[in-house]
């Protein structure tokens, strides 16, 4: 009931109860799992996934969950082989299918990876998640006129799924988006993002305020106080932006340098916060007393976040790339945590990077991405406190223009490399050869040479995006419709 109910902090404590009461009951271990990676904590959630394969050796849940937290882990590799494992006790398995093909794609193997998807179909011909990913990487396999006879038979039956209908319409908008019917496209993403939003909302207001916290609580004179309190490594390289402004083809970018590694979207710094958050003393908060809660524990925070960072990196790796867009909002901790670290924040144009983002279907703690409005409220504001980021580590944040990436790679490309520290290797121009796992919706696109065809490309819908436009501008506009 509390996991259906997404109450999920009083589910964890109540599995997490029953696991300690009884830890040899498998089922314990795979509801704890689940209620984990719901959380979106997947290192912790891989953990409990194999104590429930521990113990429930040949259950195809337990072993589903375990390959998807895996590779949620960057371990690919182990990935596959939970796939495969399941493939051999239950060879008809859409799920385990879909599963083997998300890491196909991960490891860059996309003619695997679609074959993949399209013997998922041939099992579950209404596995819509299968069309995105094959739209995605511009598969000529795909049968539009069928996929939109299962969709419409799909959203006309009696009570369709919320999430179904959801990846339904993303499937829709990615065919006919494809096929340049621009305005009936954008009408599936409006009901794509209508269907997640109803899900989980977002609140702007408490957004608002959230970013006027952090703004007043990471002070320069609080930077100043624990300028010695942090961990002096130059190891960590932290990419923040919005999604879709190019923070993956930054990533790979340096990835390609062989000095450097790319860890991909870490959620620890977010652990961190949470876990501060949390906190049970009586009239400490944070981030209105961030100097209080961490000075005794910033370096030992920073020290595990290395640990943690470094497990996959290769024996050499003088950097590790964490990409995590979302770690805008964390910037003062980070810089203060890492006085040494390199940061660098990615932009985009706000039309294209709003119109990409409306267009994806992301988790749902993305929930800013499910409507224009907030799309443009979430730039701005953080954009508003990026500029005191700039303020209080002056000098330290490198901008990295998306446009003029693409417009010229080599020169953005050498500014990357010197902003890290590290000499000049021309294999960085070849990003697009590097062989490395990519996890995120970019995971297609840095696969390939740079390309230009992402750049303007919200004026195919500039007249659906009059919230945006509103919101851009400072604005209150109405909901899209």
């Known amino acids: 009931m509390h996991l259906d109910m997404e109450r999920f902090d009083e589910a964890r404590g109540l599995i997490k109860q029953a696991v300690d009461q009884a830890p040899e009951r498998g089922g314990f271990w795979l509801g704890f799992a689940l209620c984990l990676q719901a959380m979106d904590q997947s290192e912790a959630a891989r953990a409990a996934a194999t104590k429930a394969v521990e113990r429930l050796p040949e259950n195809l849940v337990a072993l589903d969950l375990l390959g998807t937290t895996c590779r949620e882990c960057d371990d690919a590799d182990a990935s596959l082989q939970v796939f495969e494992r399941v493939l051999s006790l239950s060879p008809s398995d859409a799920k385990a299918m879909y599963g083997k093909a998300r890491t196909l794609l991960v490891l860059g193997r996309i003619e695997e990876a679609e074959a993949w998807f399209l013997k998922a179909l041939e099992q579950a011909p209404d596995y819509f998640n299968c069309y995105q990913f094959l739209i995605q990487i511009k598969s000529d396999k795909l049968d539009v006129d069928s996929?939109?006879?299962?969709?419409?038979?799909?959203?006309?039956?009696?009570?369709?799924?919320?999430?179904?209908?959801?990846?339904?319409?993303?499937?829709?908008?990615?065919?006919?988006?494809?096929?340049?019917?621009?305005?009936?496209?954008?009408?599936?993403?409006?009901?794509?993002?209508?269907?997640?939003?109803?899900?989980?909302?977002?609140?702007?207001?408490?957004?608002?305020?959230?970013?006027?916290?952090?703004?007043?609580?990471?002070?320069?004179?609080?930077?100043?106080?624990?300028?010695?309190?942090?961990?002096?490594?130059?190891?960590?390289?932290?990419?923040?932006?919005?999604?879709?402004?190019?923070?993956?083809?930054?990533?790979?970018?340096?990835?390609?340098?062989?000095?450097?590694?790319?860890?991909?979207?870490?959620?620890?710094?977010?652990?961190?916060?949470?876990?501060?958050?949390?906190?049970?003393?009586?009239?400490?908060?944070?981030?209105?007393?961030?100097?209080?809660?961490?000075?005794?524990?910033?370096?030992?925070?920073?020290?595990?976040?290395?640990?943690?960072?470094?497990?996959?990196?290769?024996?050499?790796?003088?950097?590790?790339?964490?990409?995590m867009p979302g770690n805008i909002l964390h910037v003062g901790l980070i810089g203060t945590m890492f006085p040494n670290a390199t940061l660098i924040h990615c932009m985009r144009d706000p039309m294209d990077t709003a119109v990409s983002c409306f267009m994806q279907n992301f988790k749902e703690t993305l929930s800013f991405t499910t409507d224009l409005g907030a799309l443009g409220l979430y730039y701005r504001e953080t954009l508003r406190l990026m500029e005191h980021w700039k303020a209080i580590f002056p000098g330290r944040i490198l901008e990295v223009q998306y446009e003029d990436t693409i417009a010229d790679p080599e020169t953005m490309s050498r500014k990357l490399i010197a902003h890290a520290g590290l000499e000049w290797e021309n294999q960085c121009l070849d990003f697009h050869k590097t062989e490395r796992t990519v996890r995120t919706a970019s995971q297609w696109q840095v696969r390939q040479p740079i390309y230009k065809t992402s750049v303007e490309k919200w004026r195919r819908y500039e007249k659906h995006l009059g919230p945006l436009i509103a919101a851009l501008n400072g604005e209150e506009p109405e909901a899209a419709a």
């Open 147 to 323: 996929l939109k006879e299962i969709v419409e038979k799909y959203l006309s039956g009696a009570s369709p799924d919320e999430k179904n209908v959801s990846t339904a319409y993303y499937a829709l908008g990615g065919i006919e988006d494809r096929a340049k019917n621009f305005d009936k496209a954008f009408e599936y993403y409006i009901l794509a993002n209508e269907s997640r939003s109803r899900r989980r909302p977002f609140d702007k207001d408490q957004f608002r305020r959230d970013i006027d916290d952090l703004i007043a609580s990471f002070t320069e004179d609080v930077v100043a106080s624990l300028s010695d309190a942090g961990c002096e490594s130059r190891k960590p390289v932290f990419v923040v932006g919005l999604p879709r402004s190019g923070t993956t083809l930054t990533e790979q970018i340096l990835s390609s340098h062989s000095k450097v590694y790319g860890a991909g979207e870490l959620r620890r710094i977010s652990v961190i916060v949470t876990a501060m958050k949390a906190l049970e003393v009586p009239g400490v908060a944070y981030p209105r007393d961030v100097e209080r809660i961490v000075r005794s524990t910033l370096r030992k925070h920073g020290e595990q976040y290395l640990q943690i960072a470094g497990k996959r990196a290769p024996e050499g790796a003088e950097r590790i790339v964490d990409k």
